[in-house]
T-cell receptor, first 111, second 113 residues
C-alpha cells in the first residue's frame, strides 16, 4: 500500500463549482498533514496545513480524520486560477520528517 | 523569488556522465531536503540535512547519488554515471517559518539521453 494515496483525477469543473479531493495515508504514526499546490511546470507551494479540528482559509476547507487516516480538501466557488495539481502531504513518522507527498490530483476549472 | 535558488535549471547530458546540482537557500535554514519528481508523480524524498549532517537517505538514493552540505548552508547533489531513468526534476527545499513547512526551489530538470 502506498504511504499517501489520492483521487487519481483529473477533475474538470466549471467556474463556481465546489470540488472535493480525498486522500488516505497508511502510517498511523504520521503527525502533521498538509495540502500543497503545484502549478504546471512550477514548484510545489504550501496551500494550507490540516488540523485535527478542521480548518478553513477563505474558499478552502481542510479536514482530517485520524481514525480513518483520511484527509480532504474542499474548494468552494472554484476560480480559473484554482487550476493546478493538489498534493496531499503527510509526515512519515512521529519524528515529523520527512514529508511524504501523494501523487497529486489535477484540477482544471473551466470558464 | 522562492527563497531557494537551484542551479542549473536545466541539464541535458549523455548516459554515463556525471552531473552536479546546487541548492542555495537565501536565508539560513537548519533543514534542507532533496526530492525528485517525474511527470505525473508527486515529489519523492531523496535525502535531508540538519545543518551539515545528512540525517536520512531514501532507498531511492543509490550509490551513484551523493549529497553534501559542507557548511550547513548550500547543498550539492551529484549523480555519477547517469542513466536514462535518472531523468527527472530534482527539487531542493528548505524548512521555513514553521516546522515541516517546506519552501521549494524552482528545481533542476535533468534529461539523460
Amino acid at each position: 500500500r502506498k504511504e499517501v494515496e489520492q483521487d487519481p483525477g483529473p477533475f474538470n469543473v466549471p467556474e463556481g463549482a465546489t470540488v472535493a479531493f480525498n486522500c488516505t495515508y497508511s502510517n498511523s504514526a504520521s503527525q502533521s498533514f498538509f495540502w500543497y499546490r503545484q502549478d504546471c511546470r512550477k514548484e510545489p507551494k504550501l496551500l494550507m496545513s490540516v488540523y485535527s479540528s478542521g480548518n478553513e482559509d477563505g474558499r478552502f476547507t481542510a479536514q482530517l480524520n485520524r481514525a480513518s487516516q483520511y484527509i480532504s480538501l474542499l474548494i468552494r466557488d472554484s476560480k480559473l486560477s484554482d487550476s493546478a495539481t493538489y498534493l496531499c502531504v503527510v509526515t512519515r513518522n512521529s519524528g515529523n520528517t520527512p514529508l511524504v507527498f501523494g501523487k497529486g490530483t489535477r484540477l482544471s476549472v473551466i470558464a | 523569488d522562492t527563497g531557494v535558488s537551484q542551479d542549473p535549471r536545466h541539464k541535458i547530458t549523455k548516459r554515463g556522465q556525471n552531473v552536479t546540482f546546487r541548492c542555495d537557500p537565501i536565508s539560513e535554514h537548519n533543514r534542507l531536503y532533496w526530492y525528485r519528481q517525474t511527470l505525473g508523480q508527486g515529489p519523492e524524498f531523496l535525502t535531508y540535512f540538519q545543518n551539515e549532517a545528512q540525517l536520512e537517505k531514501s532507498r531511492l538514493l543509490s550509490d551513484r547519488f551523493s549529497a553534501e552540505r559542507p557548511k550547513g548552508s548550500f547543498s550539492t547533489l551529484e549523480i555519477q554515471r547517469t542513466e536514462q531513468g535518472d531523468s527527472a526534476m530534482y527539487l531542493c527545499a528548505a524548512e521555513g517559518s514553521g516546522a515541516n513547512v517546506l519552501t521549494f526551489g524552482a528545481g533542476s530538470r535533468l534529461t539523460v539521453l
